[in-house]
């Protein structure tokens, strides 16, 4: 697969490291009430779609960036790459 | 002279020069441009191997990569290589080239007798035959089956070759040489698109070289010829051939093998193959169209070819595969085998055609039986004769078959594409969703007339180079005539009683199809797997579809609705070698060599891999009998004087900004806010489901710069998670990470004289005393005279203890440096076992400890997780199941009686409890000998652990039968108020 990361352009997925659900960036709020909760299920459910899924890949053999990669799982259609912390910031993550 | 009794005149061959070589220590003689298969054909050789199954005699079957039967082993000692096909062996001066699966000669081969006993190997007999008695299995059936089956042998000794990888870029990777790729390859080029011409062959042209077709009125192969000579010289034209397109992957990337050397007698030192990945924004697949035979009784003799690999022997190589040949087709395109090989002057003795037509040409010489077929054969070694439908026998040594062609669409299923039937052709061609870029061009398309396959690729590329914006020249397509290509679709002849055969190669006949049928085992997917259709190594490519026709005949639907198989990758075998490349032997996982490793390697050090770090694990002395009395030695001598351990392998991070103090505090469990500058703290990491992660010490060497280090196994995974949460957790934070571990040479200098053996070092006025650089402090300072270095007051000896880095460029000076200070203080270097031994009498945690299974709690690292700030793992380590009372702790233990050593991996029994499962109260984890003490001592998990020191447990290992009683204790045995390390 070929992954065309923002800043470096088309990178073979051999030089990335998976991660899995995007998701896995909203971490819950630990002052929450149901704290214990919302961590069990940000640590342990995750969705399974059969199409488009966002996902982490780290370009560990590159520039060290996380990125938030939309990936069709049915026939690895890449429709979208963005920098995971520019979409961390989005999602309100300013911390 | 010569013993080529086929050759004739033509072909694309050097007659100038003679080529030796020998089949079976037989002497023979061939040309530049033949193949083995060609020149075994001249030299009159027919029979070249034995059947899988039932050893019966085979022949040359096809010209190409689809052959099925001329398996050979060629080369010999480490070279040897079985299974090759000699369709495609091209030939050299020297090769040597033997049959395989026989046992006896060739000609003789004992084995043979597994024919009479075929009614009882018919498809499915492993699942029925041998299932009984099942003690049988193993001892009598298997090793029969293994010997008797398979085809041919490896060397058994390592290959001398080099194999390389590489990678490749173009705008247009063109796959397959022949009209269609060469058109498509012609009119990318002109428009000034990179582009990548592959084929397998080692002449390009594909099918132009074996017929006698012209283009824009030259022969087809000088038009070819002409093309890649244009294409040749171009700058942005990479002509590949050799070379196999294997594999279509995702997004353009292709995998293919170049065979570089395989046609010269020695590789000379070059790599033998080089196995590509190509990325290719679009790909034309113009990979042709490969012909089937028709099933008949005993259709699987030497000399019963298909009838285009007759015309190629025939055009391209100057061969003719028989003296007197007879042709059975259902096809048009079995009728230009014929005019081919009468124009040639080759004996036609008869044209035979299932189809009751007008003859679509006439062949001089040949008797013509319109809808007739072949219904049996003659001649042991070797075809004689094949008996007609009307009983009419006639004589031949050669039959050519035609079934019709069946597109090459196998690059088109490697991302689940599914092809689709095409009632005009009689055959698959390309559908459903392809590759990612990919078009299909000429044969491969079902577009089987040559003047059609040239306009198509053609067409092709004009639409590719438009769809990437290049400016196309208009080009026109080559032209040439749109031969005759009408078919039938007649897959077997029905009148024929003995067994006729499908999958020569796998020896599957179309009495087994029937019964796969009968059986139940219908659909596709179960009559492969029952029958092993298709499962050898030419993947079935002449004889999948129509074993596929006979099962639709069976049940009565259409080819389509009965259903195809789709193919992975490889296209053809790829060789291990060729996928290893160069990691082989210890190049696989090359070994991390410690800054210091030159100077141990000169000291007697024995090294111990772990993970990829080849580390000092002891350094044995003169009269030293066993690791023991060398690693107990390190140990005291530290203890009493001063040692000195290469802890490089330990992680390092170097973490910036004016936010780093926080982002340690999201990370880190305990607090690091307020660690003032030149200060060290130990951190505990937790995993974001409670369970501990990793530990280490963390240094600040200014306000927004601190140090971070990490155990040596979890470097990588630890920076990898920090730039996670940097990244996606706490993206508004101003931090910046760094991996560091290869950049620092670091050194442990332990013991009471480590102060001493420093002060001599480093460089003034840097003041080492106690109140000026207590336990704990850090700083960048330096030594030998202005060498940079950091120093670091920590401890996992338990000792008054630093740890010294200097740039990695000056580690291995520095061993030599510390140990020439350290002379009078009697300096000792010690490896990893002493490392361990050291701290588990300290009682730190490590790798066993640290499991992936254990809590801060667990540990007794429960005061670490800090109550007043939120980190990772902070939540879910409060679940009350990781909290319950009875919890594990980690304590201490040594043996009551202390001769005795203690294991790990025992469990830990209250006395008079049995021991089992259910009365489990914790394991070892740790283990050591301790040379400071005189006895064994331990670390383990034991429920309720910090409230029971001082009870006598039992220590069982029902694994090795032994079970010892040791006392609870501390986990710290060595100075536990820690007085020293203070010191």
Redesign the interface.
Same mark, same amino acid.
Request: include cysteine.
């Given at each position: 697969m070929i992954i065309n990361h923002p800043l470096l352009g088309p990178r073979d997925a051999a030089e990335f490291v998976y991660l899995g659900d995007a998701s896995l960036m909203d971490r819950p709020d630990p002052e929450a009430e149901n704290a214990a909760e919302q961590f069990y299920e940000y640590g342990y459910l995750r969705d399974n779609p059969a199409g488009a899924h966002q996902e982490l890949w780290y370009h560990e053999q590159g520039d060290r960036s996380w990125l938030v990669v939309t990936r069709d799982t049915l026939t690895h259609e890449i429709t979208g790459v963005k920098l995971a912390r520019d979409e961390a910031k989005k999602r309100g993550r300013n911390k | 002279m010569s013993q080529q009794t086929h050759r004739i005149s033509g072909g694309l061959i050097d007659r100038s020069s003679t080529l030796e070589f020998t089949f079976n220590g037989k002497k023979m003689q061939g040309h530049p441009g033949d193949t083995l298969a060609s020149a075994l054909l001249a030299n009159g050789q027919r029979l070249v191997g034995r059947g899988f199954k039932y050893h019966r005699p085979r022949g040359i079957f096809t010209a190409g990569s689809e052959e099925p039967n001329a398996l050979v082993q060629l080369r010999s000692g480490a070279h040897q290589e079985p299974n090759t096909r000699a369709t495609v062996t091209e030939l050299f001066d020297g090769l040597t080239a033997t049959s395989q699966n026989h046992r006896g000669s060739l000609e003789f081969d004992f084995m043979a007798v597994t024919d009479l006993l075929s009614p009882f190997l018919s498809a499915g007999f492993y699942y029925k035959t041998f299932m009984w008695p099942k003690a049988f299995w193993e001892k009598i059936y298997e090793p029969i089956i293994r010997s008797s089956a398979g085809l041919g042998s490896l060397s058994m000794q390592e290959d001398p070759d080099i194999y390389d990888k590489g990678f490749l870029h173009c705008d247009l990777l063109v796959i397959g040489s022949g009209p269609a790729g060469l058109a498509a390859a012609l009119s990318a080029a002109r428009s000034g698109a990179q582009v990548i011409l592959a084929d397998e062959d080692y002449h390009a042209g594909g099918r132009l070289n074996a017929e006698t077709y012209e283009i824009d009125g030259i022969s087809g192969s000088d038009w070819a010829a002409q093309t890649l000579a244009e294409l040749s010289a171009m700058d942005n034209v990479r002509v590949m051939v050799r070379t196999t397109v294997y594999g279509a992957? $995702?997004?353009?990337?292709f995998g293919a093998l170049e065979r570089c050397t395989d046609h010269l007698a020695s590789s000379d030192g070059k790599p033998r193959q080089v196995l590509w990945r190509i990325?290719s924004k679009r790909s034309l697949l113009s990979a042709g169209a490969t012909e089937r035979p028709i099933a008949f009784g005993n259709n699987d003799r030497p000399g019963i070819m298909l009838a285009g690999a007759v015309r190629t022997y025939v055009n391209r190589y100057g061969v003719s595969p028989g003296k007197q040949v007879a042709i059975f087709t259902n096809n048009d395109d079995g009728w230009r085998t014929a005019t081919d090989l009468a124009a040639k002057g080759v004996d036609i003795s008869a044209v035979i055609d299932a189809r009751d037509i007008e003859p679509p040409a006439s062949v001089p010489g040949a008797a013509v039986y319109m809808g007739s077929s072949v219904v049996d054969t003659e001649g042991r070694k070797g075809l004689r004769a094949i008996t007609l439908a009307s009983g009419e026998r006639l004589e031949a040594d050669c039959l050519a078959v035609s079934g019709g062609w069946n597109p090459n669409v196998h690059l088109t299923c490697h991302?689940r594409g599914k092809p689709q039937w095409r009632n005009e052709i009689n055959a698959f061609v390309p559908g459903g969703?392809l590759p990612?870029g990919m078009r299909v061009a000429g044969a491969a398309n079902g577009a089987l007339s040559l003047g059609a396959a040239l306009r198509d690729g053609t067409d092709c590329a004009t639409s590719i180079m438009a769809d990437l914006g290049f400016k196309s020249k208009a080009s026109k397509a080559p032209t040439a005539s749109d031969e005759a290509h009408a078919s039938s679709a007649y897959w077997h002849v029905p009148e024929s009683r003995p067994r006729a055969w499908l999958d020569m190669q796998n020896d599957v006949t179309v009495k087994d199809i029937k019964q796969s049928y009968k059986e139940g085992f219908r659909s596709v997917e179960h009559l492969k797997r029952y029958t092993t259709l298709g499962m050898a190594t030419d993947q079935g490519k002449t004889s999948n579809i129509p074993a596929l026709a006979i099962m639709a005949e069976c049940t009565g639907k259409t080819i389509p609705e009965t259903g195809t198989t789709i193919f992975r990758p490889p296209y053809t075998p790829i060789p291990m070698g060729a996928l290893a490349g160069r990691a082989r032997g210890k190049d696989f996982r090359p070994y991390r060599l410690t800054p210091s490793h030159k100077w141990a390697e000169n000291n007697g050090t024995t090294f111990v891999e772990t993970g990829n770090w080849l580390r000092a694990q002891w350094f044995a002395r003169p009269g030293e009998k066993g690791w023991r009395d060398s690693v107990d030695r390190e140990v005291e001598m530290t203890r009493a004087s001063v040692g000195i351990c290469d802890v490089t392998t330990l992680g390092k991070i170097d973490i910036q900004g004016k936010d780093a103090a926080e982002f340690l505090n999201h990370v880190y469990t305990n607090a690091f806010l307020k660690l003032p500058v030149g200060k060290v703290r130990y951190g505990l990491m937790l995993r %974001? $489901?409670g369970i501990a992660y990793d530990d280490g010490t963390t240094a600040r060497l200014g306000e927004n710069h601190f140090v971070m280090t990490t155990t040596t196994a979890n470097a990588v995974l630890v920076f *990898?998670r920090l %730039?996670?949460a940097r990244?996606? #957790?706490?993206?508004? #934070?101003d931090v910046h990470l760094i991996s560091t571990t290869d950049g620092w040479a670091q050194f442990a200098v332990a013991g009471p004289n480590s102060r001493n053996l420093l002060s001599k070092v480093i460089d003034a006025p840097f003041d080492l005393s106690n109140d000026a650089f207590p336990f704990m402090a850090c700083s960048e300072l330096t030594i030998c005279g202005g060498t940079p270095a950091r120093l670091f007051r920590i401890s996992f000896s338990g000792e008054m203890a630093y740890e010294i880095a200097v740039p990695a460029r000056f580690g291995n000076a520095m061993m030599g440096v510390l140990m020439e200070a350290g002379k009078e203080y009697d300096a000792v270097p010690y490896g990893t076992e002493a490392l361990g031994v050291m701290r588990i009498e300290k009682g730190h945690a490590a790798g066993n400890e640290l499991n992936g299974q254990t809590t801060a709690l667990n540990l007794g690292l429960g005061g670490f997780v800090s109550k007043k700030k $939120?980190c990772i793992g902070?939540? #879910?380590s409060? *679940?009350p199941e990781l909290n319950r009372d009875d919890a594990i702790r980690l304590v201490g233990f040594k043996p009551v009686d202390q001769s005795q050593p203690l294991l790990a991996g025992s469990h830990f029994i209250t006395k008079g409890d049995t021991a089992n499962m259910a009365n489990d109260q914790g394991w070892m984890t740790s283990v050591a000998y301790s040379p400071t003490f005189g006895h064994s001592i331990g670390l383990g998990f034991i429920k309720r652990g910090h409230e029971r020191k001082g009870e006598i447990i039992r220590v069982v290992n029902p694994a090795r039968n032994i079970e010892v009683e040791a006392e609870i204790v501390s986990p710290h045995f060595y100075d536990p108020e820690g007085g020293l390390q203070r010191g």
């Open positions: - | 992957y $995702d997004h353009g990337v990325y991302q969703t990612a %974001e $489901d *990898r %730039e996670f990244q996606c #957790l706490w993206p508004g #934070l $939120d902070k939540t #879910l409060q *679940r």
